[in-house]
């Protein structure tokens, strides 16, 4: 039985899809997660505990482990396993990317400095010290800028400023994040930095592909309807096929292909968040690895051959057993993205306070098209409204002959939905 590695985070929605994948194959997955090493197997799983922060050490003792269960592949879900996936495929001579390029991909400023070098448009930028005082920076900048921590992904402190005010408000609100529990824990030394940014006006997009020994191969290419103008740049909607001219959507993926092989990505899935302005196609962001959450539900694959492979002929498969097949030697081009239209919405979280509970579910369900609305927040849970919260109250799914009518669906499936969230109570000490 083949057995493949898979490198994730223990808050990723991801992986019980990755392991519902592995079932359908007949493949083993052998997890590496960051959870707490002092319990025995805690979620039966046999992981094996690992610390993204301690990179070596953990990728020793990986490499210990897989020293008595030898893999075939590896694979990482989520930004921060990227690293250690590309130092582990190295070291055991399976395909992969190398570090400095996971490395990069992962480094905001880093990122910037190579895309500009490839000659790809790029908005201007500093990185300062958390600490700087925001006044002081004012005659680096033009407005607008988009004040952003390098540490962090999905939209998660990111905020756009127009004049001074705004500004030292923005920046002081990121700093106050950095300096948050949950982002020390990370003890990422990124932690303590602040990357300001020329604003880029225009609609985005995002790419979803695979690299086979340094050559792209575009999956799917999603329309972010929404405008994502700011103060906050909370992602609603994808929509998949883009509604996008063949000429520029292949300058679009022009622009990836140029940006990976800046980088020096070589092998693996990728995703990209790209800006289309008047001044062409600016690539923001190019990760190793596939698309977060649960929107790779959004994603499924027609065979374009009849010839049996290694595993079973099947007429669709999910994008999770597509990257466990082209990890294990399968070329992706002997599958394509279905021909139907197909979307995802992750339910914005309106305001900060307590999960109570949703009203409309089951008329949401029966919006034409709507595939399935699956509610991710728990009954009591605080909830955090960006740009300090990371987190959605769910997912809405829908499939339809265009991507208009998919779309729509999302939209009236969405209005249906009543979310009860109560204030978070203050506690005054009165002493």
């Known amino acids: 039985m083949k057995r493949v590695l898979l490198l994730a985070t223990t808050t990723g929605y991801q992986t019980r899809m990755f ?68 130092y582990l495929s190295r070291l055991l001579g399976l395909p992969g ?28 930028f500093i990185t300062v010290p958390a600490a700087t005082d925001a006044m002081s920076v004012l005659d680096r900048i033009s407005f607008p800028v988009v ?14 400023a ?16 950095l300096a948050s529990s949950d982002v020390r824990e990370l003890r990422d030394p990124e932690a303590d930095v602040v990357q300001i940014e020329e604003f880029i006006d225009g609609p985005e997009y995002a790419l979803e592909g695979l690299l086979e020994n340094g050559r792209l191969r575009t999956l799917a290419v999603f329309d972010k309807p929404d405008p994502l103008n700011g103060p906050f740049f909370e992602e609603t909607i994808y929509v998949t096929p883009s509604r996008l001219s063949q000429s520029v959507r292949r300058q679009l993926e022009a622009a990836v292909a140029t940006a990976v092989t800046a980088l020096g990505l070589h092998h693996g899935p990728i995703h990209a968040e790209c800006r289309i302005s008047a001044h062409g196609v600016f690539v923001l962001e190019v990760a190793a690895r596939p698309i977060g959450g649960l929107c790779a539900k959004a994603l499924r694959f027609e065979s374009t051959e009849m010839q049996r492979t290694e595993f079973s002929p ?45 009203d409309g579910l089951t008329t949401a369900c029966d919006v034409l098209h709507v595939e399935e609305v699956r509610i991710t927040a728990k009954p009591d849970q605080q909830l955090l409204a960006l740009p300090e919260g ?18 729509r669906s999302l939209r009236e499936a969405h209005a249906r939905l009543r979310f009860r969230i109560d204030p978070i109570l203050e506690i005054l000490n009165t002493k």
């Not at 482990?65 to 996936?85: Q, S």
């Not at 990317?97 to 500009?116: C, I, T, Y």
């Not at 004040?147 to 756009?160: D, E, F, M, Q, Y």
């Not at 394509?336 to 509970?357: D, F, H, K, L």
Request: net charge positive; aromatic share 6%; charged share 25%.
């Open 162 to 177: 127009d004049d001074s005010v705004s500004f030292a408000t923005a920046f002081d609100r990121v700093r106050r994040l």
């Open 97 to 124: 990317n190398p570090p400095e390029a996971a490395a990069a991909s992962r480094d905001k400023r880093l990122l910037r400095q190579k895309l500009k070098a490839a000659g790809l448009p790029t908005p201007s």
């Open 390 to 407: 990371s987190s959605y109250l769910g997912f809405i799914f829908a499939r339809a002959d265009a991507p208009a009518f998919a779309e």
């Open 19 to 86: 392991a519902e994948a592995a079932s359908t194959l007949g493949v083993e997955l052998l997890y590496a997660t960051d959870r707490c090493d002092q319990l025995d197997d805690p979620w039966s799983d046999g992981a094996i505990p690992v610390r993204y922060h301690e990179e070596w050490r953990s990728v020793d003792t990986v490499l210990k482990a897989v020293d008595r269960r030898p893999v075939d592949a590896v694979l990482a879900v989520g930004d921060r396993p990227t690293v250690m996936a590309a």
């Open 147 to 160: 004040v952003k921590p390098t540490v962090l992904s999905a939209s998660r402190g990111v905020i756009r």
């Open 314 to 358: 099947k007429a669709t498969i999910s994008f999770e057993e597509l990257l466990l097949r082209n990890a294990l030697g399968e070329p992706a081009g002997r599958w394509t993205r279905e021909s139907r239209a197909s979307a995802v919405m992750m339910i914005p979280i309106p305001r900060s306070g307590v999960y109570r509970g949703v």
